[in-house]
T-cell receptor
Framework: AQTVTQSQPEMSVQEAETVTLSCTYDTSESDYYLFWYKQPPSRQMILVIRQEAYKQQNATENRFSVNFQKAAKSFSLKISDSQLGDAAMYFCAYRRGANNLFFGTGTRLTVIP | GAGVSQTPSNKVTEKGKYVELRCDPISGHTALYWYRQSLGQGPEFLIYFQGTGAADDSGLPNDRFFAVRPEGSVSTLKIQRTERGDSAVYLC???????????????FGSGTRLTVV
């Protein structure tokens, strides 16, 4: 069974600084997708970044980047130049093929002005 | 529509009552998913539709939960004899469908917060 673990229930970062959110997962598959979603108080899950397991290059999206370590089954999210609007719950998620997403328990990020 | 729409936004019901939650996916998206998110938890999978049929309903917790998508677009999640433990946010998501361009991350709605009193 697939499991996704986020060991940091809460994190805080000073505005304009960098923060890294951790995620590990367990799977016996070799081909899959990994995602980071942001959930603000509006409840809508917003896709931040995705990574295909077959790609060795780490994905980046503007201020967001990942450190994907396939052998270690680790998928951390780095947010650079943190902004007040980045404050939210962040969920790591795993998907294999057309199957559904498995989510971690989330990390609440606070951005301090 | 432009996004995934879920109605109602909030629903309060009495224990034992029947409720229906509606999801209107992005136009043209053939895949539709229902998730349940309890307080302090990540979303948990309930059911996945590909077109009109339920391709995977393994996440439905018991036979009080049922979902339909009769025309392959709008879906309704139905909960019979509601219990206080059913209180949660129910999220819906859609995607283009397996093998289709853009089918790697879902688009989620804002959810329905169900409170059973």
């Amino acid at each position: 069974a697939q499991t996704v673990t986020q060991s940091q229930p809460e994190m805080s970062v000073q505005e304009a600084e960098t923060v890294t959110l951790s995620c590990t997962y367990d799977t016996s598959e070799s081909d899959y997708y990994l995602f980071w979603y942001k959930q603000p108080p509006s409840r809508q899950m917003i896709l931040v970044i995705r990574q295909e397991a077959y790609k060795q290059q780490n994905a980046t999206e503007n201020r967001f980047s990942v450190n994907f370590q396939k052998a270690a089954k680790s998928f951390s999210l780095k947010i650079s130049d943190s902004q007040l609007g980045d404050a939210a719950m962040y969920f790591c998620a795993y998907r294999r093929g057309a199957n559904n997403l498995f989510f971690g328990t989330g990390t609440r990020l606070t951005v301090i002005p | 529509g432009a996004g995934v729409s879920q109605t109602p936004s909030n629903k309060v019901t009495e224990k034992g009552k029947y409720v229906e939650l509606r999801c209107d996916p992005i136009s043209g998206h053939t895949a539709l998913y229902w998730y349940r998110q309890s307080l302090g938890q990540g979303p948990e999978f309930l059911i996945y539709f590909q077109g009109t049929g339920a391709a995977d309903d393994s996440g439905l917790p018991n036979d009080r939960f049922f979902a339909v998508r009769p025309e392959g677009s709008v879906s309704t999640l139905k909960i019979q004899r509601t219990e206080r433990g059913d209180s949660a946010v129910y999220l819906c998501a859609s995607s283009p469908g397996p093998g289709q361009r853009g089918d790697y991350g879902y688009t989620f709605g804002s959810g329905t917060r169900l409170t059973v009193v």
